[in-house]
């Protein structure tokens, strides 16, 4: 999504009803934010609108970037806010060979997260990886964190294309739409 | 963990990613040098042999001759842009230029100063500070920018730049003199003063 630097476009202020519904949205989407919102999001400061190419809006508080979003899709994310709550976001993993594909914006390939490095949800999880990846399967569509395996911080962020049973299955193909990944044109940008 | 949230999390001083990540990147001996100034605990955890070893250890033998070729290769285009950058250094001059306003009235203007990474409109502020006189910044026909300052400021603006940024060595600052002048002098003054 961010493969080429970019620049940011033109900031305006979101109106308090926005800001509100902006709010709901959030935490519709990661319920686990909540005892972290009025910290992530205050009711009472100035959110900022960035529009950036392609569509995209950005959501930032005094700078800091939030989350963004293509046209009306999801609310993602941006990596700095999930390496401060990654806790709050449906997490996979990959293994230690497809973390320089994903570096370099490569689309994710499922096998990265099939093969003995990487981690789905699922029962057969040790318990550790069972809190951290739950036991659940995600659907496509959903949002979700990738980290990487031997790495604390996520690497980066995206919708699902293909459910992680569906994964499991069939071994191959592409687990997730483009995205936003550490070092990319999202990452990379000067506010 | 649930508990302790926000993680505060270091991100390198050099590539902008978390320090685990440098390895993937091109700068990845500037990172470590970073990292050990900086964060010796997290440094010492990151390159150990063991963890080293581990990271080498759970690639397939290919992967990792994948992943070697990959780290000289980038490791060498980014050694590629910082030496072109050292070299257009190197050859680029700062020109400090004295004009004649009017009969002893002086301007100095400053031209020169981007190739060294320096920023201009920081740099005016500067001078305008340290002179206490007006300071303000052209844009040149040709490209690049120039600093005009109020007076006749030519060695001291020398001087101050030696000082201040050490990004700007003292042989690549020139001197010059820009007089009303006649044709034959303006032939004369194109020929370098050493
Ligand atoms: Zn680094």
Known sequence: MFKKDISAGAKSKVKSSAQRAIRSKVLEEYPKLEPYIEDILPKKEQLDLVKLPDRVSLYTLNSTPLFFQHMDDALLPHLTLVHKYPTAFHRLRIDRGAIRFVLSGAALMAPGMTSPGGRLPSKDLSPEDQERYGTEDLEAGTVVVIEAEGKETACMVGVLKMGTGEMREKKKGQACEAGHYLGDGLWSMAL | ?194
Request: hydrophobic fraction near 35%.
């Open chain 2, 1 to 194: 963990m649930a508990d302790t949230l926000p993680i505060k999390v270091t991100y390198c001083g050099v590539c902008t990613l978390p320090p685990e990540y440098c390895e993937f990147g091109g700068t990845t001996k500037k990172c470590e040098e970073w990292l050990a100034d900086k964060h010796p605990d997290m440094h010492q955890k990151l390159y150990s042999q063991e963890a080293l070893a581990q990271n080498l250890s759970s690639l397939s033998v290919e992967a990792q001759k994948r992943a070697e070729k990959d780290a000289v290769k980038k490791a060498n285009k980014a050694a590629t842009a910082e030496k072109r950058e050292a070299e257009t250094r190197a050859s680029s001059k700062i020109i400090i230029k004295r004009i004649e306003r009017n009969k002893r009235k002086y301007v100095t203007a400053v031209s020169g100063l981007e190739a060294f990474g320096l920023d201009i409109k920081k740099v005016s502020k500067d001078f305008g500070k340290k002179f206490a006189t007006g300071a303000s910044v052209t844009k040149l026909p040709g490209g690049g920018e120039e600093i005009t300052v109020q007076g006749d400021l030519s060695e001291d603006i020398e001087e101050f730049l030696v000082k201040t940024y050490k990004e700007v060595p003292e042989d690549n600052i020139e001197l010059v003199e820009d007089k009303k002048k006649t044709k034959g002098e303006k032939a004369a003054a194109n020929v370098p003063a050493q």
